[in-house]
T-cell receptor, first 114, second 112 residues
Framework: SQTIHQWPATLVQPVGSPLSLECTVE??????LYWYRQAAGRGLQLLFY??????ISSEVPQNLSASRPQDRQFILSSKKLLLSDSGFYLC?????????????FGDGTRLSIL | SQKIEQNSEALNIQEGKTATLTCNYT??????LQWYRQDPGRGPVFLLL?????KEKRKERLKVTFDTTLKQSLFHITASQPADSATYLC???????????FGSGTRLLVRP
């Protein structure tokens, strides 16, 4: 069966520090991969998605970036965090064929910027 | 752009009753509509997908309807249980097979 792992579960970082959040998927090949941010009481905001290795689409201009160095690995990064980057970050995957497919989420990273 | 409206107020019901949650959207009708459950501090979990040519979809105690004329989906949980307490999100495709737009969710509280 397929599984998705995100880490760390919580992270406290000072303003201006770098960030690296990692997500890996097991049990499937060539998944679509997604990074979302969820503010308290709000919907999920799509940040990046990828349909293949090295292919990244950015949805919202910001100081975050994403990379997909391997088929089932998706990384969210920042060189310098802002206070506004605080939030709940979720990684998700879906299959890449046959119309809109359900998305399967990890358990997220709670990021607090001080 | 497409917007999704879900009731931001929590729905509070007695155990055993049917919970009905609403998802309204503006602009174009999506080809697909999905419902997810999210527990506090966890990622959303997929529940049901309904296509635009399907009026109704059922899975155990769950039922989803899709009315493209009203631009609305209703999500029902029959014989609700305290374990059903969670936030429920609806999501629509954006004309692309890769991306979904999510509503902000409605919190359901089922009292024992």
């Amino acid at each position: 069966s397929q599984t998705i792992h995100q880490w760390p579960a919580t992270l406290v970082q000072p303003v201006g520090s770098p960030l690296s959040l990692e997500c890996t998927v097991e049990g499937t090949s060539n998944p679509n991969l997604y990074w979302y941010r969820q503010a308290a009481g709000r919907g999920l905001q799509l940040l990046f998605y990828s349909v293949g290795i090295g292919q990244i689409s950015s949805e919202v201009p910001q100081n975050l970036s994403a990379s997909r160095p391997q088929d089932r690995q998706f990384i969210l990064s920042s060189k310098k965090l802002l206070l506004s980057d605080s939030g709940f970050y979720l990684c998700a995957w879906s299959t890449g064929t046959g119309g809109v497919q359900p998305q399967h989420f990890g358990d997220g990273t709670r990021l607090s910027i001080l | 752009s497409q917007k999704i409206e879900q009731n931001s107020e929590a729905l509070n019901i007695q155990e055993g009753k049917t919970a009905t949650l609403t998802c309204n959207y503006t602009n174009y009708s999506p080809a697909y509509l999905q419902w997810y459950r999210q527990d506090p501090g966890r990622g959303p979990v997929f529940l049901l997908l309904i296509r635009e040519n399907e009026k109704e979809k059922r899975k155990e105690r769950l039922k989803v309807t899709f009315d493209t004329t009203l631009k609305q989906s209703l999500f029902h949980i029959t014989a609700s249980q305290p374990a059903d307490s969670a936030t429920y999100l609806c999501a629509l495709d954006q004309g692309s097979s890769y991306k979904l737009i999510f509503g902000s969710g409605t919190r359901l509280l089922v009292r024992p």
